[in-house]
């Protein structure tokens, strides 16, 4: 079975919004990282594939590449802010609910990058619903990043009660 070593997220409250939110250090300068989270087949070997108008206020369609979640429905994902190296603000569309709110800052370490992580969820949406997978994926970043082996998603599943 494959451990889990990365850093827990945290959840707080923003008014009447639960937030799950992680801080990672990836050992790559921010452009590399960047082009990780924003070029359509270096997201799609970690998290999934997009089409449409990439730019600050266009609309592009995500298709999920991860076996565990392929195969869906594309998602409407609305780009809210991009600062390209440093910031980008996200909204994806649900079929039922509220649009989920994603933010990611990048910032320059000595040892490479500090990704900040935030999801504002929707009223009624659990963070053992979103932590875990969450975790889970940017472990799967940082496998990407590195060159190493990507995370098992059964020891992540099992996180969700640490996420209550």
């Given at each position: 079975?494959?451990?889990?070593?990365?850093?827990?997220?945290?959840?707080?409250?923003?008014?009447?919004?639960?937030?799950?939110?992680?801080?990672?250090?990836?050992?790559?300068?921010?452009?590399?990282?960047?082009?990780?989270?924003?070029?359509?087949?270096?997201l799609?070997?970690?998290?999934?594939?997009?089409?449409?108008?990439?730019?600050?206020?266009?609309?592009?369609?995500?298709?999920?590449?991860?076996?565990?979640?392929?195969?869906?429905?594309?998602?409407?994902?609305?780009?809210?802010?991009?600062?390209?190296?440093?910031?980008?603000?996200?909204?994806?569309?649900?079929?039922?609910?509220?649009?989920?709110?994603?933010?990611?800052?990048?910032?320059?370490?000595?040892?490479?990058?500090?990704?900040?992580?935030?999801?504002?969820?929707?009223?009624?949406?659990?963070?053992?619903?979103?932590?875990?997978?969450?975790h889970w994926?940017?472990?799967?970043?940082?496998?990407?990043?590195?060159?190493?082996?990507?995370?098992a998603?059964?020891?992540?599943?099992?996180?969700?009660?640490?996420?209550?």
């Open positions: 079975m494959t451990s889990v070593d990365s850093p827990m997220g945290i959840v707080t409250r923003e008014g009447d919004r639960d937030v799950v939110a992680f801080r990672r250090d990836y050992p790559e300068p921010p452009e590399t990282v960047w082009a990780a989270l924003t070029e359509s087949d270096r799609a070997r970690w998290f999934g594939s997009f089409t449409g108008d990439a730019r600050p206020g266009g609309t592009v369609q995500l298709v999920m590449t991860a076996p565990e979640d392929a195969g869906g429905p594309a998602s409407t994902v609305h780009i809210e802010e991009c600062e390209p190296h440093r910031r980008l603000r996200l909204r994806v569309e649900q079929d039922e609910g509220e649009p989920w709110v994603l933010s990611l800052a990048l910032a320059p370490s000595a040892d490479g990058t500090v990704l900040d992580f935030r999801q504002v969820l929707p009223p009624g949406f659990s963070p053992a619903d979103a932590g875990p997978g969450w994926y940017l472990d799967r970043l940082g496998a990407d990043l590195t060159g190493r082996t990507f995370p998603w059964p020891a992540y599943e099992a996180l969700a009660g640490d996420y209550a």
